[in-house]
């Protein structure tokens, strides 16, 4: 942000902002070197992953994928009830009319045009 961005902010705003960014130059290395040299953070110990935790993330997966594919049956009917119901539209509207019949009743009523 410019610095004309950060005065159209609300004070409460501004010191905020501000906090944070002191914090982030407070715990950024300052030169390239020192982020060499750096000592990374103690990283807590990680197990391999056990059986049990694989067949845990398994049912996890197939749960998520089955409410998946209700979800799409679920959709495709949907879309298969609108497609029937504009079909029945349609098919209604392109019935074949014959405006003869009703024209030369009415013929006389304007034979004067």
Request: net charge negative.
């Amino acid at each position: 942000m410019t610095q004309t961005n950060l005065e159209q902010l609300p004070p409460e705003m501004q010191a905020r902002i501000a906090h944070l960014m002191q914090q982030g130059q407070a715990t950024a290395p300052e030169t390239p070197h020192q982020a060499a040299i750096a000592q990374p953070p103690a990283q807590v110990p990680t197990r391999a992953p056990s059986l049990m935790d694989h067949t845990i993330a398994l049912r996890q997966e197939v749960s998520q994928l089955s409410s998946q594919v209700a979800a799409m049956g679920q959709v495709i009917e949907a879309v298969g009830q609108a497609v029937g119901e504009l079909y029945q539209l349609f098919r209604a509207q392109t019935a074949t009319t014959d405006y003869s019949a009703a024209y030369q009743e009415n013929q006389d009523v304007e034979s004067d045009y």
